[in-house]
């Protein structure tokens, strides 16, 4: 089984100059590699995006997904509907591709051709576009979709631009998957953390008669010499003295306050309430609701991918780059 990572705005030229340093020892430079195109319907490119989590690999293998834009007319002229397939290039190592279709054609019944890569006219007028030779490479198909005879590129497969989805070998990958790449599906657990023992010091006792003593002197310092020498008076003068009268106490217990005067509760302001800001997304909202009321209807998770609104709003979330498989395995799990 493999592990997922998805690393944003990425070539396959930049991951084969980056896969040493990488992903070390996992990659063999030396490994034949080559590239193929898959064709599935959109509804399920959430699964092609993990398929590797499925499929034991030995070598890292990366796909990249190409959305039809302005060339979307030389596809549609075949009597191919571009908007019905997503399209994703694979590059996979000679020994992994077995293992990697196996699934896909044996029990799921896609269909093995090819297809021919060609540049896109230079009379479409696409920013950037760079001339290369056509090429044919193997195309394998969900049986739901016709055949296709040939795709149109901008640039050289190697040299495409999107969310590269790299797939790497579980077994010698997961904790370097984790600290370079955001990690999708199963996640890995957090280790514990070590409890250090903290020494206890026990305080030592204050000296407190050395403390009165200091004391002491500091107050024998402060009282003037004069005020030593006042004669205070003799016992026999304190008893003559005469003592103040005690005077009655009211025992007469204080009159209830009138209503009149008690303060009207109605007046009193009342603490007003700050509306909370939710931040989240329109369309993630819009994602949530959608799921919880297919929940809500009783509906498995697995037919929701075919519900029509559901596409529609995946279609529009990749176009705002927000990630709706995240949040469909958080509400359904």
Known sequence: MGVTAMIPNMTFQQLKDEANSRWKEIWDGNSARLEIMLLCPRKERKLLELHGDMIEHGQPVMGIFHRPRAEAELISQQGFDPRAASFQFVNIANADMGPWMQQLVTQEGWLRSTVEI???????????????????????????????????????????????????????????????????????????????????????????????????????????EEAAEVALPTSEEVEQVALPSA?????????????????????????????????????????????????????????????????????????QNFETWPVFMQMVS
Do not use: W
Not at 126 to 154: G, T
Not at 164 to 192: D, H, M, N, T, Y
Not at 272 to 298: H, Y
């Open 118 to 224: 060609n540049p896109v006219p230079f009379s479409i007028d696409i920013p950037n576009q760079r001339p290369f030779e056509k090429h044919s490479i193997l195309c394998f198909r969900h049986p739901s979709l016709p055949a296709l005879e040939k795709y149109f590129l901008p640039y050289p497969i190697h040299a495409l631009v999107g969310k590269a989805f790299v797939s790497l070998p579980r077994r010698q990958a997961a904790e370097l998957a984790r600290q370079q790449a955001e990690i999708l599906g199963v996640g890995l657990a957090k280790p514990e953390p070590e409890i250090v023992e903290v020494p206890v010091v026990e305080a030592a006792p204050e000296i407190v008669e050395e403390t009165n003593n200091i004391e002491d002197a500091f107050i024998a310092e402060m009282i003037p």
């Open 247 to 319: 005077e009655p106490v009211d025992s007469t217990p204080p009159e209830p306050q009138k209503a009149d005067d008690l303060p009207d509760k109605s007046d009193v302001p009342l603490p007003t309430g700050v509306p909370e800001i939710d931040n989240t997304p329109a369309i993630e909202r819009e994602f949530r609701e959608l799921i919880q009321e297919l929940l809500d209807s009783g509906v498995d998770p697995a037919e929701m991918m075919t519900d029509p609104r559901l596409e529609d709003i995946n279609e529009r979330a990749l176009a």
